[in-house]
């Protein structure tokens, strides 16, 4: 009888990931010797988060949504309005915007999940734009146009511990605790039994009805993990912002972390956190030197739809299998 | 005891009656064969069983519970494990995740991986275990789709035409594999299946279909003797139709050579398919392709569109090499396509779909009005459909769809791919009309078919081609007199 193939190696994972969080770790230090500066590396950890719960749902089980901004969005505006009316401490606003933003994914999930392809995305597309609307519509709560501003950025305090976060240097790490969890709950779902079911999924849903999965069911759970993913990423960055506006919740930020995805190699577990960063950091750099910076954008995202179809990661990971 | 039954199954897809009323029962440790021709309604019986689509009547009781309307994934819970026709794998995944993931839904880590194991090897796939599945051969993906069916501790097995698109060698192992399943492993066999050598060897019993109605059951030496059988499945080449055959007066013409193939070799991927392939076709006649399931004959007409593109070897069409223009290139010149799956633009009227070939053709709309005019005088039926979508059809007006859409513009060449697949032997006869009609209006046409009654009703010349090589060429009236040749290369 020949033995099953070895399973994955969680030791050299966990090494890998040790270094990954080490660099991460020192980003804030290293991103001025490329002209960025510290609140872009928040930000770049904050997408990360966002891309990395996507990977879930495109990478692994994949289904395509354009409508991710819509928890993320939603999330944000969530615990900005909580903190100005309720006069709560951050902490509170930003469990009620993940509560919020998660069950905005469980309803809308259990409504669309039965659509397959094309039809999935543009339902989702058209919830994500009915919060656009809403959020630029519903001046008298949202803010409208305007934004929402005044969210609170300050301490933060579990019990006897506090956090000052005012500065964005610490405010990094608060977002760095975040972000290694989420790398952590990626790695553990991934390699978990869910995990596997979902890949099947995305290689044959039929067959995988057909060998006694409830497709359905882990098609919602995928859908529902990536919203909270997306949730935890946009209360973080409304406190890094301390402001909220509707282009949050636009349909444009969910395709840009779709192709935070493409460009990082879906899935792949360092690809999104790859492609988050990379993506982030060029619309900042463009940005700053040319007004077209989004024709940029496009030009990069075709070479890599072209040439790199499975994305940064998936091709520095080729290459090394290619040559071992 | 009666481990799976289905009494007057029925489904009805609008007015397709695809399974009418079949009761059907399979006792524990038995392997019974479900045979019958293209469109009998074998795959929608399967869909029904495994809970694809709910029947339109009747019931199945599995274990004499009934199971009716259960989800597939319930299905596969209950233990029946089902094999597809179109090979249904997990292409991205490893051979070994393939079988382990499913295993993981009815048993624990570590037997799921000791039991995956025991079912690759079962079917010989342990040494690619770390192999990528969609790497394996056509036959190893064969194998590991039977073994994904195993997976669901399943207790029946249904096996929808494991042996599809293989070479008669390793057919011969997928049917020892299927014999070991049952004798070693007890599992309960249902087995659709074309190839009757294997059917007739290994079947316990064997259940006819034919148009959705059972119209036998019987063993393997009863259903050969059943001439009712014969008839509906083996394409009634019985005494009368050979007697008119060779009455029939075999046209000589003389026409010019229009299409010419010489030593064309063509590949999907790795897997080479037409082996130096020549045939050609002359001004005005009928020219049929025979061959089985995967002998090439598709592939010979992808390759002449340019679908394919040969790998080496010329086609010319009217003295002018096609091989190497694109497809739409070698439509132009006037070839078309009636392909086996219709392909008939379900959201566009009738009308629709016979105006859409003239919009490249620059053709004058004078012309465009006359010929679908015409069209509609050789299909009167589509005249009376011409506002309904295409999805609206039944299988027979697609098909006629198809035809005449095929013949819009200025075409001289028509490829026919299999026209008679899934449709009822009325239809069929119909379709054999039209066909001839067409020709005697001038177009040529090449005729690719399994079924061997129409093409060799139909051709002035038959090519045989099997596992890619042209194997016989000559008239039809001499491939059926003699017996023992068209056994050989029709199976027949």
């Given at each position: 009888m020949?033995?099953a193939?070895?399973?994955p190696s969680?030791a050299?994972?966990?090494?890998?990931?040790?270094?990954l969080?080490?660099?991460v770790a020192l980003?804030?230090?290293?991103?001025?010797?490329?002209?960025?500066?510290?609140?872009?590396?928040?930000?770049?950890?904050?997408?990360?988060?966002?891309?990395l719960?996507?990977d879930?749902?495109?990478?692994?089980?994949?289904?395509?949504?354009?409508?991710?901004?819509?928890?993320?969005g939603l999330?944000?505006?969530t615990m900005?309005?909580?903190?100005?009316?309720?006069?709560?401490?951050?902490?509170?606003?930003?469990?009620a915007?993940?509560?919020?933003?998660?069950?905005?994914?469980?309803?809308?999930?259990l409504?669309?999940?039965?659509?397959?392809?094309?039809?999935?995305?543009m339902?989702?597309i058209?919830?994500g734009q009915?919060?656009?609307?809403?959020?630029?519509?519903?001046?008298?709560v949202?803010?409208g146009e305007?934004?929402?501003?005044g969210?609170?950025r300050n301490l933060i305090?579990i019990?006897?511990f506090s956090?000052?976060?005012?500065?964005d240097?610490?405010?990094?790490?608060?977002?760095?605790?975040?972000?290694?969890?989420?790398?952590?709950?990626?790695?553990?779902l991934?390699?978990?039994?869910?995990g596997?079911v979902?890949?099947?999924i995305?290689?044959n849903?039929?067959r995988?009805?057909?060998?006694?999965?409830?497709v359905r069911?882990?098609k919602l759970?995928?859908?529902?993990i990536?919203?909270?993913?997306a949730?935890?990423?946009?209360v973080?960055y409304?406190?890094?912002?301390?402001?909220?506006?509707?282009q949050?919740l636009?349909?444009?930020?969910?395709?840009?972390?779709?192709i935070?995805?493409?460009?990082?190699?879906?899935g792949?577990l360092?690809?999104p956190?790859?492609?988050?960063g990379?993506v982030?950091?060029?619309m900042?750099f463009t940005?700053?030197?040319?007004?077209?910076?989004?024709f940029?954008?496009?030009v990069?995202?075709v070479?890599?739809?072209?040439?790199f179809?499975r994305g940064?990661?998936?091709?520095?990971?080729?290459?090394?299998?290619?040559?071992s | 005891?009666?481990?799976?039954?289905t009494k007057?199954?029925?489904?009805?897809?609008?007015s397709?009656?695809?399974?009418n009323?079949?009761?059907?029962s399979?006792?524990?440790?038995e392997?019974?064969?479900?045979?019958?021709?293209n469109?009998?309604?074998k795959?929608?019986?399967f869909?029904?069983?495994?809970g694809?689509?709910?029947?339109?009547?009747?019931?199945?009781?599995?274990?004499d519970?009934n199971?009716t309307?259960s989800?597939?994934?319930?299905?596969a819970g209950?233990g029946?494990g089902?094999?597809?026709q179109?090979?249904s794998i997990?292409?991205?995944?490893?051979?070994?995740?393939n079988?382990?993931?499913?295993a993981?839904?009815?048993?624990s880590?570590e037997?799921?991986?000791?039991?995956s194991?025991e079912?690759?090897?079962?079917v010989?796939?342990a040494?690619?275990?770390?192999?990528?599945a969609?790497?394996?051969?056509?036959?190893?993906k064969r194998h590991l789709d039977?073994?994904i069916?195993l997976?669901?501790?399943?207790?029946?097995?249904?096996?929808?035409?494991?042996?599809?698109g293989m070479?008669?060698?390793?057919?011969?192992?997928t049917?020892?594999l299927?014999v070991k399943?049952?004798?070693?492993h007890?599992?309960?066999i249902?087995?659709i299946?074309?190839?009757?050598?294997?059917?007739?060897a290994?079947?316990?019993?064997?259940?006819?279909?034919n148009?959705?109605?059972?119209?036998?059951?019987?063993t393997?030496e009863?259903?050969?003797?059943n001439?009712e059988?014969?008839?509906?499945?083996l394409?009634g080449?019985?005494?009368?139709?050979?007697?008119g055959m060779?009455?029939r007066?075999s046209?000589?013409?003389?026409g010019?050579?229009?299409l010419?193939?010489?030593d064309?070799?063509?590949f999907y991927g790795?897997?080479?398919?037409?082996?130096?392939?020549?045939?050609?076709?002359?001004?005005?006649?009928?020219v049929?392709?025979?061959?089985r399931?995967?002998?090439?004959k598709?592939?010979?007409?992808?390759?002449?569109?340019?679908?394919?593109p040969p790998?080496?070897?010329?086609?010319?069409?009217?003295g002018?090499?096609v091989?190497?223009l694109a497809?739409?290139?070698?439509?132009?010149?006037g070839?078309s396509?009636?392909p086996?799956e219709r392909?008939?633009?379900a959201n566009?009227?009738?009308?629709?779909?016979l105006?859409?070939?003239?919009f490249?053709?620059?053709?004058p709309?004078?012309?465009k009005?006359?010929?679908?005019?015409?069209?509609?005088?050789y299909f009167p039926?589509?005249?009376?459909?011409?506002?309904?979508k295409?999805?609206?059809?039944?299988?027979?007006e697609q098909?006629?769809?198809a035809?005449?859409?095929?013949?819009?513009g200025?075409?001289?060449?028509v490829l026919?791919d299999e026209?008679?697949q899934?449709?009822?032997?009325?239809i069929?006869?119909?379709?054999a009309?039209?066909?001839?009609e067409?020709?005697?209006?001038?177009?040529?046409i090449?005729l690719?078919?399994?079924n061997?009654?129409?093409?060799?009703?139909?051709a002035?010349?038959v090519?045989?081609?099997?596992?890619?090589?042209?194997?016989?060429e000559?008239q039809?009236q001499?491939?059926l007199?003699d017996r023992?040749?068209?056994q050989r290369?029709?199976?027949?």
């Amino acid at each position: 009888m020949r033995q099953a193939p070895a399973p994955p190696s969680v030791a050299m994972d966990c090494l890998r990931m040790g270094i990954l969080f080490l660099v991460v770790a020192l980003l804030p230090f290293m991103i001025p010797y490329v002209g960025g500066y510290v609140g872009l590396s928040v930000e770049m950890v904050i997408f990360a988060i966002f891309a990395l719960g996507f990977d879930l749902l495109l990478g692994y089980t994949g289904i395509l949504s354009f409508g991710q901004a819509a928890y993320f969005g939603l999330a944000g505006y969530t615990m900005g309005l909580v903190c100005i009316h309720f006069n709560v401490p951050p902490i509170v606003g930003m469990c009620a915007g993940v509560l919020v933003g998660s069950l905005a994914a469980v309803v809308i999930g259990l409504l669309i999940i039965r659509k397959t392809g094309i039809y999935f995305a543009m339902l989702t597309i058209a919830f994500g734009q009915m919060f656009f609307f809403i959020a630029s519509r519903w001046t008298d709560v949202t803010g409208g146009e305007d934004g929402l501003t005044g969210i609170p950025r300050n301490l933060i305090s579990i019990g006897p511990f506090s956090w000052n976060v005012t500065n964005d240097l610490s405010f990094y790490y608060f977002v760095f605790i975040f972000f290694v969890l989420a790398t952590l709950v990626k790695y553990w779902l991934v390699q978990s039994h869910f995990g596997l079911v979902l890949k099947t999924i995305r290689e044959n849903e039929t067959r995988a009805q057909m060998v006694g999965y409830n497709v359905r069911r882990y098609k919602l759970y995928s859908f529902i993990i990536a919203g909270i993913f997306a949730a935890v990423a946009g209360v973080l960055y409304a406190m890094f912002l301390r402001y909220m506006f509707p282009q949050t919740l636009d349909w444009i930020r969910s395709g840009n972390v779709v192709i935070m995805g493409l460009v990082g190699g879906l899935g792949t577990l360092f690809g999104p956190i790859v492609g988050a960063g990379v993506v982030t950091y060029l619309m900042n750099f463009t940005s700053y030197y040319t007004k077209y910076w989004q024709f940029v954008m496009g030009v990069i995202f075709v070479v890599f739809i072209l040439f790199f179809p499975r994305g940064i990661w998936g091709f520095v990971e080729r290459r090394r299998s290619g040559t071992s | 005891m009666n481990l799976l039954e289905t009494k007057a199954l029925t489904k009805h897809f609008g007015s397709l009656m695809a399974v009418n009323g079949v009761d059907f029962s399979i006792h524990k440790g038995e392997l019974k064969s479900i045979i019958g021709p293209n469109g009998a309604g074998k795959t929608t019986f399967f869909n029904l069983l495994t809970g694809m689509f709910p029947p339109t009547d009747g019931q199945i009781l599995f274990k004499d519970q009934n199971i009716t309307g259960s989800t597939p994934a319930q299905v596969a819970g209950l233990g029946i494990g089902r094999s597809f026709q179109i090979t249904s794998i997990f292409p991205e995944l490893s051979v070994f995740d393939n079988v382990y993931i499913p295993a993981l839904r009815y048993y624990s880590k570590e037997d799921a991986r000791k039991r995956s194991m025991e079912i690759l090897e079962d079917v010989d796939l342990a040494d690619e275990a770390e192999d990528l599945a969609g790497n394996l051969s056509h036959g190893d993906k064969r194998h590991l789709d039977i073994a994904i069916a195993l997976t669901c501790r399943s207790e029946l097995l249904l096996l929808d035409e494991p042996t599809s698109g293989m070479p008669s060698e390793e057919s011969a192992r997928t049917a020892q594999l299927i014999v070991k399943l049952k004798k070693e492993h007890g599992y309960t066999i249902v087995l659709i299946e074309h190839k009757m050598d294997i059917v007739l060897a290994i079947s316990d019993t064997i259940t006819v279909l034919n148009f959705g109605f059972k119209l036998a059951e019987g063993t393997p030496e009863e259903i050969k003797g059943n001439e009712e059988v014969q008839r509906a499945y083996l394409g009634g080449l019985e005494a009368g139709f050979q007697e008119g055959m060779a009455a029939r007066p075999s046209r000589s013409l003389e026409g010019k050579e229009i299409l010419r193939l010489q030593d064309v070799n063509s590949f999907y991927g790795e897997s080479h398919i037409l082996h130096n392939v020549g045939l050609n076709v002359r001004n005005g006649e009928i020219v049929t392709l025979l061959g089985r399931n995967g002998a090439g004959k598709t592939t010979t007409l992808r390759t002449i569109l340019g679908l394919t593109p040969p790998s080496s070897g010329s086609i010319t069409f009217n003295g002018e090499r096609v091989s190497g223009l694109a497809p739409q290139a070698v439509v132009n010149r006037g070839i078309s396509l009636v392909p086996a799956e219709r392909r008939v633009f379900a959201n566009l009227t009738v009308q629709e779909n016979l105006e859409l070939p003239f919009f490249t053709k620059g053709i004058p709309t004078s012309e465009k009005r006359s010929q679908i005019e015409q069209a509609y005088k050789y299909f009167p039926t589509l005249e009376r459909r011409r506002y309904n979508k295409g999805n609206k059809l039944s299988g027979g007006e697609q098909q006629m769809l198809a035809m005449a859409r095929a013949l819009m513009g200025r075409v001289s060449l028509v490829l026919l791919d299999e026209p008679s697949q899934g449709l009822a032997p009325i239809i069929v006869k119909n379709v054999a009309d039209i066909i001839r009609e067409i020709n005697n209006r001038g177009v040529t046409i090449l005729l690719v078919e399994q079924n061997a009654l129409l093409a060799l009703e139909l051709a002035d010349r038959v090519y045989v081609i099997d596992k890619g090589l042209i194997v016989y060429e000559g008239q039809p009236q001499t491939l059926l007199a003699d017996r023992e040749l068209s056994q050989r290369l029709l199976g027949v």
